[in-house]
Each structure stands twice: as C-alpha cells, then as structure tokens.
C-alpha cells in the first residue's frame, strides 16, 4: 500500500501563489507516477499535471491546458515527494486539490491512479 499526505492548501487572492505538497510513504517502489487532480463545486474531477517519478528514467511532466504556464509540478525523490507550485491563481482554480499515485504516467483517467489522498482545499478569491 502507498499512502499520500497533501499539504498547503488555503486561501488567497487572484494572482497570487500557493504551494502544494504531495508526500508518498509505504510501498513506493511500485509508484512511477504522481500527479494532482482538481475537483471544483459542482463539478467532476479533473487532471492538473502528472511528473514521472522514481527509477532511473528521465523526468517527464504533463499539465492540463488550463494551467500550463501558471503551474509548475517538481520532485524530490529523494523525500517521495511532489510539489505544485501555483503561480497567476484565479478563481476557476478554486477547487480540492488530490494527489494521486500510478504506476505509469500518461493517463488522464482516474481509474489508472491507484492511490489517492484526501485532499486540500484551494480558494482563490477575485
């Protein structure tokens, strides 16, 4: 089993910045992919951006058009570590923020994520 603790949601304004946290602990051996889904009010949930993780391979990073350019997916392999670094934030960003765990990276689908966290929650106000 992996676990997955996020960290660093909260509140700020339009243009501001935050930073997401992602730390993977238990069988991560079997993980080569992290990456951030997004669910809005009223909305279904959606992808952010994926990184490849772990390995001897390059490091790959794959963004949902709507925040490339505004938002930078790192790692700490080291740590099992992501961050997401959210920069230019509006108000359609507002959401809950989930870290979620594959064994490959590629896929928008959530079902292709075996692990999930619970969870922060981002409000960016206008």
């Known amino acids: 089993q992996v676990q997955l603790v996020e960290s660093g949601g909260g509140s700020v304004q339009a243009g501001g910045s935050l930073r997401l946290s992602c730390a993977a602990s238990?069988?991560?051996?079997?993980?080569?992919?992290m990456g951030w889904f997004r669910q809005a009010p009223g909305k279904e949930r959606e992808g952010v951006a994926q990184?490849?993780?772990?390995?001897?391979?390059?490091?790959?990073?794959y963004y949902a058009g709507s925040v490339k350019g505004r938002f930078t997916l790192s790692r700490d392999n080291a740590k099992n570590t992501v961050y997401l670094q959210m920069n230019s934030l509006k108000p359609e960003d507002t959401a809950i923020y989930y870290c979620?765990?594959?064994?490959?990276?590629?896929?928008?689908?959530?079902?292709?994520?075996?692990?999930w966290g619970q969870g922060t929650e981002v409000t960016v106000s206008s």
């Open positions: 990184i490849t993780t772990g390995g001897t391979g390059g490091e790959w990073t």
């Open positions: 238990g069988y991560t051996y079997s993980i080569r992919c």
């Open positions: 979620a765990a594959a064994s490959t990276c590629g896929s928008w689908s959530q079902g292709d994520f075996a692990y």
